[in-house]
């Protein structure tokens, strides 16, 4: 897939979302506002030649020191030498559902939904928003904290679930590592351009990622990493899973700050405890007691905090096809042979249930596909 894969896209409206997504230092709410009412095309003629309607003048002062310099057709063939393409709100991989909450928080919060999105890699970022966790820590993770990523990441993946991070190094890079060697998606949201591996040791692993997952950025090819680019970039991350949670972090911790984005908008975090005498969970520990993350400790507890009324009480494990059976139904089932099969009598008798109560229960646990009859009476199909 490349920059020009979505076809719908013709060259000039393409240019148009390139300039916009460079123009201004993300994220930058008065772009979106302008592009709302004027369409990409003309918000960045607009831009181009500081001629804005009246009411969106604000969006002259963020972009008033790129606004002749930005090369949008080379930033275009830049991405498109390294395989990546550039989504919007016009495409239908665009995750607007996930990224919507950005768009609702204060101004002064410095959030809102990018302009656009560079993408390198075939997996589409719509479907992960829609199954993901963010697992974020500590670069200088320690030898626990790695493993408890890891095993998280795998078990995550064997359930369905993508793994978001950042690609840095410590718990990021474990995620991915974890998540690609079983076989799962995962995604990488970078705070430099989508031409740049930021580290520069951990290119090999990123170019991994984008052979199978995803690796995103909203910089425009070229840009580079800074710190404040760190910190702006957390909130994607945050806002492209369904929960995050933080293995590791020490006082001052960006995964900290990625957790701080998630509640923002309302999404779940969990934290996962350590040794009291480690320092790398000082922040975990803090997020707990201050009742800012919930307590997980594997996969199970993390996908219950991402769909708690699909995954039951934390710890428990995968949910199972009789959970949601009612009593007489549990009862009638447990009554049934786990070889052979048995009359609606036998069941009855072994039930302590009415035939009538059986012969009802039998239907729906038939209907779920839980039981079958095999003319002699019945047995478990599962």
Request: charged share 20%; proline share 5%.
């Amino acid at each position: 897939m490349t920059a020009y894969a979505d076809t719908h896209h013709n060259d000039e409206l393409l240019r148009a979302w390139a300039y916009l997504s460079a123009v201004a230092e993300p994220p930058c709410a008065s772009i979106r506002r302008l592009v709302d009412d004027l369409g990409a095309v003309a918000a960045a003629d607009a831009i181009r030649s500081r001629r804005v309607p009246s009411g969106h003048e604000a969006v002259l002062g963020p972009t008033s020191a790129r606004a002749e310099s930005c090369t949008p057709a080379e930033d275009l063939d830049t991405a498109h030498a390294v395989d990546a393409r550039l989504i919007t709100s016009d495409d239908a991989e665009w995750p607007a559902w996930s990224l919507l909450p950005l768009t609702r928080l204060e101004p002064n919060a410095h959030g809102d939904e990018p302009i656009a999105l560079w993408v390198r890699g075939p997996a589409r970022l719509d479907d992960v928003a829609a199954a993901s966790i963010s697992l974020v820590g500590s670069r200088a993770a320690s030898s626990y904290g790695e493993h408890v990523t890891g095993k998280l990441s795998s078990e995550l993946c064997a359930q369905g679930w993508a793994v978001v991070s950042g690609g840095a190094y410590g718990v990021d890079g474990a995620a991915h590592r974890a998540a690609l060697a079983s076989a799962g998606t995962t995604v990488a949201v970078l705070a430099c351009g989508i031409d740049r591996d930021y580290p520069a040791g951990h290119a090999r692993l990123l170019a991994e990622v984008a052979s199978s997952g995803a690796v995103v950025s909203e910089y425009a090819p070229g840009t580079t990493a800074a710190r404040h680019r760190f910190l702006t970039r957390n909130r994607l991350v945050a806002a492209l899973s369904s929960a995050t949670v933080v293995v590791e972090a020490g006082k001052r911790s960006g995964a900290a700050n990625t957790a701080a984005w998630a509640r923002a908008i309302d999404r779940p975090v969990g934290a996962v405890p350590g040794p009291v005498t480690s320092a790398t969970s000082v922040g975990c520990h803090r997020l707990i007691a201050d009742g800012l993350g919930v307590l997980v400790t594997d996969a199970a507890s993390v996908i219950t905090l991402a769909v708690p009324d699909g995954g039951g009480d934390p710890g428990r494990g995968r949910e199972r096809p009789t959970d949601t059976l009612t009593d007489d139904e549990k009862r009638v089932h447990d009554a049934i042979p786990g070889q052979g099969s048995a009359t609606i009598t036998e069941i009855s008798f072994a039930a302590g249930l009415d035939v009538g109560i059986v012969r009802a229960a039998l239907a729906g646990l038939e209907i779920a596909g839980l039981i079958a009859g095999d003319g002699a009476g019945w047995r478990l199909a599962i």
